[in-house]
Each structure stands twice: as structure tokens, then as C-alpha cells.
């Protein structure tokens, strides 16, 4: 059942069973009227309380600046997943660039000569347009290499790479003085990050080292989103998929400030200076006009990520940011797990202690010999156990324990009963 087995998958993750509970009674009859969540119109009335009952909890929780202006923000939900959003950075970040960079090159050459403006844009592009990546991880990885497929390597500058000083892994974020951001961003250079590295276990222990007045800075939160405070107001945007802390597989949530929306180049010039023009399902001001309803959108999933959030609400202390409760039992769980890898010396933690990751807690068994059987007799008795979803990425192996919310504190107990039973026969 449920209630005997633990789950430390790292995404699909587990829901909050009460979520579930309610869940399955929604997606037969919601709201007594017959027909079931799944079955009713995105453009309901119903539909539309539970986009906005969603947004204001997401508001409360990281506590976003919501108000019409250039520093508010609006919350969007949309598909394609995380990836999706790394394919949406790239198109923006370069609309954001072009239409900056135009703005600055007018001041100088004045309006009315349009050719001279052009060519001398088309001359800034080719020599001066990066969008800037700190590699710290195997998605920040791949969202690079998202950008470099979609605008050209040469307009993609990875400022750190964390693997060249740590045996070609990643395991560490190397400190700022050693990273190369692009210099006079044209007053709108893009800084990428990932905040939590989901397969490589290493998170930024607090918001990067980038000065937020100088570049547009861009944060994947997919693996940690609501899991702790987020500075939101550095951010020009902020994005996750929903479906490790915040539900089920299928919306991705976005955070987008307001100045960006209206100040990205149009296509028509995007097309003359060749630079991609992304599809219309990604265009963020095209769903925050139709309030995430341009096409279809799955309502169940924003249901239940709206459940979800609303348990936080509930469970969080009444001073306070409202997400600091959740912040500090992520923190807990964590520790605990943490202090037994770090006991006994069977266990290696992956990542740099500096930048372990609270929810995605990446570790090797044993030594190069015989790690193979180890890993395995250790993966085999979590399973009798019933500890399900604790075997590594298949990209780097060992062992990963997810800790995200909805893992409660007993399952992590379960879960540090075995490994220090595990520890102690070795
Ligand atoms: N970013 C991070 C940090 C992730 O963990 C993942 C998925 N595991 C992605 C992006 C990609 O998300 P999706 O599968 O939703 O495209």
C-alpha cells in the first residue's frame, strides 16, 4: 500500500496523499456538477477560479510581486516541461538583446535612419550577442546546449563550466572571481542558471553571485521549487516544471517581470537578422495576454499544483515568509540523511559540501572495485524494504535519494534506518 512504501523517486515524485484523496473524487464529479475535472472546459468559469485560486497561493508562497507595472511579475503555466523553458529562455533572452541593443544604437544614430540602424544592429549582433550559462550541472548542460543549437555556439558564452577543475565531473559551483560573464552586456546580457542540479545533486546555496540591476537573470528551479525562499526580484524570470514538488507531470510554471514582456524584438526583425523566432505556445506574452489559455491547457495538473500549495499555506507558521515552514523541514530531512552518509566512510557524497543539494542527495558506495556490488546489494535491500526510486541517474550511476516535499520526515527516518543498517554490516 501507500502508506507502507516510501518513494525517493527523483520526478515523477511523489504527491501528498490527502492531494491524491481528493484527487480521485474531483476526476469523477467536480464541484457536484457531474461531469469530472479532466472533462471540463479550460474556459469555464470554474476553470478560470482554479488558474487564479492557484496563482494567488504561488503569490503567497514566494511571496511575488504581482503588481501591473515594470518590477510585478505575472505567473504563467504552460507545457513542453523544463525543456520547453529552455528553448523559451533562448528566444527571449535574444529578443530582449536585440530590441535593447536597437533601443541604444537609435540614441546614437537617431530614428530616422532606418538602413544605418540596421546595419549597424546586424554589425552588434554579430560581434557582440551572447547569452551567458553557468554550467553546474547536467541541465544547465543541456540548456546550453539548447541555446547553442538555437542561436549558434558562438553566441553562447559558458561563464563556468564546474567540471574543468573537478576531474571533468560536476560536483562544485567554482567561485565567482573565475567566472567570464560576458563584459557590457548591452545592458541586457542573460544569466542562466539551474539552481538545483536534479541528477548531479548540487545546488546554489543562495541566489548566484550576479549583479541582477546589470544582466537579465534566468533561474530553472525545477527540482527545488517551493522547497525553500526565493529572491524572486533578482529574477527576470523563473521557471519549473511541476511535476517534483509542485504535481502532477504536464504544466510548467513561469515567473516572468513584467519589463521583459514588453521590450522583446518582433519577429519580423528577428527573421532579418536571422535569429530564431520561437513557436507561438512559448511566446510568454502570448500567454500571459490569454492568461495561460491560448490553447488547451491542462486544468487538472493546475488543480492539483493549487492543492498542493495550498497544504503549504496551511501548514506554514503565521509570521514569516509563508514557505520558510516547508524551507526548514527540507532542511531537516536533508540533515539527517547527510549526517549518516557523512558517519561512515562506505558512503561518498558526490557534490562539494558547500553545494549539496537538499533535495536531491547524490551518493557512491564503496570504493572503484567494488562499488558495482555494493550499489547494488544496498539498492536491493532498500526495495525489500520497500525505499522505492533510490538508484542514481543513468548518466553518472550511484545512488539518489529525492527528498522533495511531499517525502515525509518518517519515510526519511525509514530510509536512515537502512542505510545505517547497510553502513554497519560493510
Ligand atoms: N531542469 C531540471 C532541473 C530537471 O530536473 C528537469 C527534469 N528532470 C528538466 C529541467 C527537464 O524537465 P522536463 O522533463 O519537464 O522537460
Given at each position: 500500500s501507500r502508506e507502507e512504501t516510501s518513494y525517493f523517486g527523483a520526478g515523477p515524485a511523489p504527491l501528498p496523499t490527502a492531494v491524491l484523496r481528493q484527487a480521485s473524487k474531483v476526476i469523477l464529479n467536480y464541484n457536484d456538477a457531474g461531469i469530472g475535472i479532466t472533462e471540463?472546459?479550460?474556459?469555464?468559469a470554474d476553470a478560470e477560479k482554479i488558474l487564479e485560486d492557484t496563482k494567488s497561493a504561488l503569490a503567497t508562497l514566494l511571496d511575488i510581486p504581482t503588481q501591473e507595472g515594470p518590477d510585478g511579475y505575472k505567473i504563467i503555466f504552460l507545457q513542453g516541461g523544463g525543456s520547453g523553458e529552455f528553448s523559451a529562455s533562448v528566444y527571449h533572452m535574444t529578443a530582449l538583446w536585440v530590441e535593447k541593443r536597437r533601443q541604444k544604437i537609435v540614441q546614437e544614430l537617431g530614428p530616422e535612419d532606418e538602413t544605418k540602424v540596421f546595419d549597424a544592429l546586424r554589425k552588434a549582433v554579430d560581434q557582440e550577442f551572447k547569452l551567458d550559462y553557468l554550467v553546474t550541472g547536467s541541465w544547465s548542460l543541456k540548456a546550453s546546449q539548447e541555446a547553442a543549437r538555437l542561436i549558434?555556439?558562438?553566441?553562447?558564452?559558458?561563464?563556468?563550466?564546474?567540471r574543468k577543475d573537478n576531474n571533468g565531473k560536476f560536483g562544485t559551483i567554482p567561485n565567482e572571481s573565475t567566472w567570464s560573464l560576458t563584459p557590457n552586456p548591452a545592458h541586457s546580457g542573460m544569466v542562466y542558471y539551474c539552481d538545483n542540479e536534479t541528477v548531479d545533486?548540487?545546488?546554489?546555496?543562495?541566489?548566484?553571485?550576479?549583479?541582477s540591476d546589470k544582466y537579465q537573470v534566468i533561474a530553472d528551479m525545477s527540482s527545488n521549487f517551493l522547497s525553500r525562499k526565493v529572491?524572486?526580484?533578482?529574477?527576470a524570470a523563473i521557471f519549473g516544471g511541476a511535476?517534483?514538488?509542485?504535481?502532477?507531470?504536464?504544466i510548467t510554471i513561469a515567473i516572468i517581470k513584467n519589463s521583459l514582456l514588453t521590450q522583446l524584438a518582433k519577429p519580423d526583425l528577428l527573421r532579418k537578422l536571422n535569429l530564431p523566432v520561437g513557436p507561438v505556445v512559448l511566446d510568454w506574452p502570448t500567454i500571459v495576454k490569454n492568461n495561460s489559455l491560448y490553447n488547451t491547457l491542462p486544468i487538472f495538473d493546475v488543480w492539483i499544483a493549487g492543492q498542493v500549495m495550498q497544504l503549504l499555506i496551511s501548514k506554514a507558521s503565521t509570521d514569516g515568509p509563508k514557505i520558510a515552514t516547508q524551507q526548514s523541514e527540507s532542511e531537516k530531512k536533508a540533515a539527517l540523511l547527510y549526517g549518516i552518509l557523512d558517519k561512515y566512510p562506505v558512503f561518498h557524497v558526490v557534490p562539494d559540501k558547500s553545494v549539496r543539494s537538499k533535495m536531491n542527495i547524490c551518493f557512491r558506495i564503496g570504493s572503484e572495485n567494488d562499488r558495482d556490488d555494493k550499489e547494488k546489494k544496498f539498492l536491493a535491500g532498500a526495495n525489500e524494504r520497500l525505499?522505492?526510486?533510490?538508484?542514481?541517474?543513468r548518466s553518472v550511476g550511484g545512488c539518489r535519494i529525492s527528498n522533495y516535499n511531499a517525502v515525509s520526515v518518517e519515510k526519511v527516518e525509514k530510509l536512515a534506518k537502512w542505510l545505517e543498517e547497510f553502513a554497519q554490516q560493510q
Open positions: 471540463i472546459s479550460h474556459r469555464s549558434g555556439a558562438n553566441h553562447v558564452n559558458v561563464a563556468v563550466d564546474s545533486g548540487v545546488e546554489f546555496p543562495a541566489f548566484p553571485a550576479i549583479d529572491d524572486v526580484r533578482r529574477h511535476q517534483k514538488n509542485v504535481g502532477t507531470t504536464g525505499l522505492l526510486g533510490c538508484k542514481g541517474h
